[in-house]
């Protein structure tokens, strides 16, 4: 089983539309939550860190879920420059603070 | 915000030969960087994580006398894929900790290296 799940997609959606995807992670005692995200062929930048009660940014919402090992993002009204992969990162309990990575869910955002 | 680069950004490269890639914390200082490979459409795998002034601890399958890593001072890392072959083809990325950033987790990524072992 991988460490960090995800759904790749593809999500393909109109703009202005809400999406939402989840993320599953293996090791209970797993510390710090975040999502990332990648544009084709570049590095990944952090979009948000994921905390137990939730926070929001502007059209972007996470949540953690511990008791279901389980992480979301929600993106609301969303443009045309929201297109991109998004990766839910974990660091493990344990692990020296490295960031382990899903394998990314891709969004594309359509006129 | 802080900043890594890295560079080469691309390289094209004939079998057999070694490339070495750098990666640099620009505007802070990171006693700990870490290197990832991703193939097309995977996800980054931590391939080493690498300390200023000691030996590299490499993850399990991961080559350490293919993939050199030197860390010389602060500001610094150095991957070197040693005789490349085209499965080493990859997008390779570094990160680098800001130990003075507010939050112990934050890590920027360099803008990655695109290898290409023909």
């Known amino acids: 089983r991988k460490e960090v799940e995800q759904d790749p997609g593809p999500f393909n959606v109109p703009e202005g539309a809400t999406v939402a995807f989840n993320c599953t992670y293996s090791?209970?005692?797993?510390?710090?939550f975040f999502w990332y995200r990648q544009d084709c062929r570049k590095e990944p930048k952090l979009l948000m860190s994921v905390y137990s009660s939730g926070n929001e940014d502007g059209r972007f919402t996470a949540q953690l879920n511990r008791a279901s090992q389980y992480i979301s993002l929600l993106i609301r009204d969303s443009k045309l420059s929201d297109s991109a992969t998004y990766l839910c990162?974990?660091?493990?309990?344990?692990?020296?603070?490295?960031?382990?990575f899903g394998s990314g869910t891709q969004l594309t955002v359509l006129p | 915000g802080a900043v890594v680069s890295q560079h080469p950004s691309w390289v094209i490269c004939k079998s057999g030969t070694s490339v070495k890639i750098e990666c640099r914390s620009l505007d802070f200082q990171a006693t700990t960087m870490f290197w990832y490979r991703q193939f097309p459409k995977q996800s980054l795998m931590l391939m080493a994580t690498?300390?200023?002034?000691?030996?590299?601890?490499?993850e399990q399958g991961v080559e350490k006398d293919k993939f050199l890593i030197n860390h010389a001072s602060l500001t610094l890392s150095t991957l070197t894929v040693t005789s490349a072959h085209p499965e080493d083809s990859s997008f390779y990325i570094c990160?680098?900790?800001?130990?003075?950033?507010?939050?112990?987790?934050?890590?920027?990524f360099g803008p990655g290296t695109r290898l290409t072992v023909l």
């Open positions: 990162v974990v660091i493990l309990s344990g692990s020296a603070r490295q960031l382990t």
């Open positions: 690498s300390n200023e002034g000691s030996k590299a601890t490499y």
């Open positions: 990160s680098a900790r800001d130990l003075g950033g507010r939050a112990m987790d934050t890590q920027y």
């Open positions: 090791n209970s005692a797993s510390q710090s």
